[in-house]
Nanobody, 125 residues
Framework: QLQLVESGGGLVQAGGSLRLSCAASGRTFSSYPMAWFRQAPGKEREFVAYISSKDRNTYYADSVKGRFTIARGNAQNTVYLQMNSLKPEDSAVYYC??????????????????WGQGTQVTVSS
């Protein structure tokens, strides 16, 4: 069982930066691949970034590639999302998620087993 708690959201101007954190409970955090998703009002939840459990390889949605960086600190049981050059269209509730198997495929919310409660990110123009 894994419990996830996000933090770090807030209001920022376009072009600014935020760093989200997701703290996980459980002694086996390092064995879980982790991801960030986001959901804007009236839209479906969409994939943002992924980091593998074994070699920390990363994968990003095209919309955030080059601006966002996902990282994990296994000693801290935490996954991070550094968001730079933020745009108003990045405004959403951001969720961290975990699943039991590794791989850069099927990066859809239905493939993830554990979720945090979300943190709001608002980017003003």
């Amino acid at each position: 069982q894994l419990q996830l708690v996000e933090s770090g959201g807030g209001l920022v101007q376009a072009g600014g930066s935020l760093r989200l954190s997701c703290a996980a409970s459980g002694r086996t955090f390092s064995s879980y691949p982790m991801a960030w998703f986001r959901q804007a009002p009236g839209k479906e939840r969409e994939f943002v970034a992924y980091i593998s459990s074994k070699d920390r390889n990363t994968y990003y949605a095209d919309s955030v590639k080059g601006r966002f960086t996902i990282a994990r600190g296994n000693a801290q049981n935490t996954v991070y999302l550094q968001m730079n050059s933020l745009k108003p269209e990045d405004s959403a509730v951001y969720y961290c998620a975990a699943r039991r198997w590794d791989g850069f495929i099927r990066l859809h919310e239905n493939e993830f087993n554990y979720w945090g409660q979300g943190t709001q990110v608002t980017v003003s123009s």
